[in-house]
């Protein structure tokens, strides 16, 4: 069999020189620029930009953030140095609200605010220690995300997939995307349809962008064919990632995610969604309870500043919805392959 060979992983986020520096996802596919961060507050607005995005890269990114509000705080009136860090990382947890892998690094970071035996002059450390280690998690499941999803795609299939869930929005080679890569290196004769992803296009930027570098088939199509490809008979399955999945399995999604779920279903093809257990939320027990990011206006009446919608029109624009638990075959986090009923499963 004609094996690929998936590139190293993308260096999406780092950690160098007491800065954060990440890929600005805003700029590709036109250039690979990358974006110094030295401030806590910047993390935040690059979160709240998508300069970097997809939910384990928020959650990755927010952790280095901690570390740059500790050292601020350090500097600050020793009774005051663990509420200012506290602030810090109350403004962080809210830069975006649906992706729950933020919370889940906010709390992981918490834990050592929490700890008496961490003086304060040695927050930084211990907190630029955790997000290393969430980083190089990250890395690891998605490997093993990979590994566990190739085993259900046939030797040779055509999947569908929506948004960016690969490398650009995770700490290692992605969610659905490792999936893509470990089938292409195991051999299989993998070939992707990626949709656009309007209003930002995640999957025309970023999507198509990795894959063509990786040196995987994709083609392009816009968002409104999807369904109806499905419906021909194109494609074998599906695979998306999340940005919270809840207690009975319902799952938030890029806009756009649910229609693709319910012609999976109509067409009786497989729709799989990858991700980590950071991204499941026991606390949510179902998708009703995901709060739903609303983005600004100008995101769907203009494409890239050119105004496309008359002035002052009406708009709605939810960044996310939510997939029924009903409609998803399985959920592929690093722990395993879970399967309904959910509640049971994700447990
Ligand atoms: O608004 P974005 O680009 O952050 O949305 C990203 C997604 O919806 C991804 O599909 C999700 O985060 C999973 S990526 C591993």
Same mark, same amino acid.
């Given at each position: 069999?004609?094996?690929?060979?998936?590139?190293?992983?993308?260096?999406?986020?780092?950690?160098?020189?007491?800065?954060?520096?990440?890929?600005?996802?805003?700029? @590709?596919?036109r250039?690979?620029?990358?974006?110094?961060?030295?401030?806590?507050?910047?993390?935040?607005?690059?979160? =709240?930009?998508?300069?970097?995005?997809?939910?384990?890269?928020?959650?990755?990114?927010?952790?280095?953030?901690?570390?740059?509000?500790?050292?601020?705080?350090?500097?600050?009136?020793?009774?005051?140095?663990?509420?200012?860090?506290?602030?810090?990382?109350?403004?962080?947890?809210?830069?975006?609200?649906?992706?729950?892998?933020?919370?889940w690094?906010?709390?992981?970071?918490?834990?050592?605010?929490?700890?008496?035996d961490?003086?304060?002059?040695?927050?930084?450390?211990?907190?630029?220690?955790?997000?290393?280690?969430?980083?190089?998690?990250?890395?690891?499941?998605?490997?093993?995300?990979?590994?566990?999803?190739?085993?259900?795609?046939?030797?040779?299939? $055509?999947?569908?997939?929506?948004?960016?869930?690969?490398?650009?929005a995770?700490g290692?080679?992605?969610?659905?995307?490792?999936?893509?890569?470990?089938?292409?290196?195991?051999?299989?004769?993998?070939?992707?349809?990626?949709?656009?992803?309007?209003?930002?296009?995640? !999957?025309? =930027? @970023?999507?198509?962008?990795?894959?063509?570098?990786?040196?995987?088939?994709?083609?392009?199509?816009?968002?409104?064919?999807?369904?109806?490809?499905?419906?021909?008979?194109?494609?074998?399955?599906?695979?998306?990632?999340?940005?919270r999945?809840?207690?009975?399995?319902?799952?938030?999604?890029?806009?756009g995610?649910? !229609?693709?779920? @319910?012609?999976?279903?109509?067409?009786?093809?497989?729709?799989?969604?990858?991700?980590? $257990?950071?991204?499941?939320?026991?606390?949510?027990?179902?998708?009703?309870?995901?709060?739903?990011?609303?983005?600004?206006?100008?995101?769907?009446?203009?494409?890239?500043?050119?105004?496309?919608?008359?002035?002052?029109?009406?708009?709605?624009?939810?960044?996310?919805?939510?997939?029924?638990?009903?409609?998803?075959?399985?959920?592929? $986090?690093?722990?395993?392959?879970?399967?309904?009923?959910?509640?049971?499963?994700?447990?």
């Amino acid at each position: 069999m004609n094996r690929g060979k998936a590139p190293a992983p993308l260096e999406t986020l780092a950690w160098r020189d007491g800065k954060l520096r990440i890929i600005d996802q805003t700029r @590709l596919p036109r250039e690979l620029a990358i974006m110094e961060i030295a401030d806590y507050r910047h993390v935040i607005a690059a979160i =709240r930009n998508l300069e970097v995005r997809g939910a384990p890269a928020i959650g990755i990114a927010a952790a280095y953030g901690a570390v740059l509000a500790a050292e601020e705080a350090v500097g600050s009136p020793s009774p005051e140095v663990r509420s200012r860090l506290r602030k810090a990382l109350s403004e962080l947890r809210l830069a975006r609200p649906t992706a729950v892998d933020l919370m889940w690094a906010i709390d992981r970071v918490g834990e050592v605010v929490d700890r008496t035996d961490v003086p304060d002059e040695g927050l930084a450390e211990a907190i630029l220690e955790v997000a290393r280690r969430i980083h190089c998690e990250d890395l690891d499941k998605s490997l093993r995300m990979g590994e566990l999803g190739a085993s259900l795609l046939p030797d040779e299939a $055509t999947v569908l997939t929506h948004c960016n869930a690969g490398g650009l929005a995770t700490g290692g080679y992605g969610t659905a995307l490792a999936v893509v890569f470990a089938a292409w290196e195991a051999g299989k004769k993998i070939r992707v349809v990626a949709d656009e992803t309007r209003p930002l296009l995640q !999957g025309a =930027r @970023l999507t198509a962008w990795e894959l063509q570098r990786a040196g995987i088939p994709v083609t392009l199509v816009c968002d409104a064919a999807a369904p109806w490809l499905i419906g021909s008979g194109e494609i074998d399955a599906v695979l998306v990632g999340s940005d919270r999945i809840a207690a009975n399995g319902d799952v938030a999604n890029k806009i756009g995610t649910l !229609g693709i779920a @319910l012609a999976a279903d109509a067409s009786g093809i497989p729709f799989y969604v990858v991700a980590p $257990t950071s991204t499941l939320d026991p606390d949510t027990l179902s998708g009703e309870e995901i709060p739903i990011e609303e983005r600004d206006a100008e995101e769907v009446t203009r494409i890239f500043g050119i105004r496309t919608a008359p002035e002052g029109i009406d708009v709605r624009n939810p960044a996310f919805d939510v997939t029924p638990a009903r409609y998803v075959t399985a959920i592929i $986090t690093e722990r395993g392959i879970h399967r309904p009923p959910y509640q049971e499963s994700l447990r």
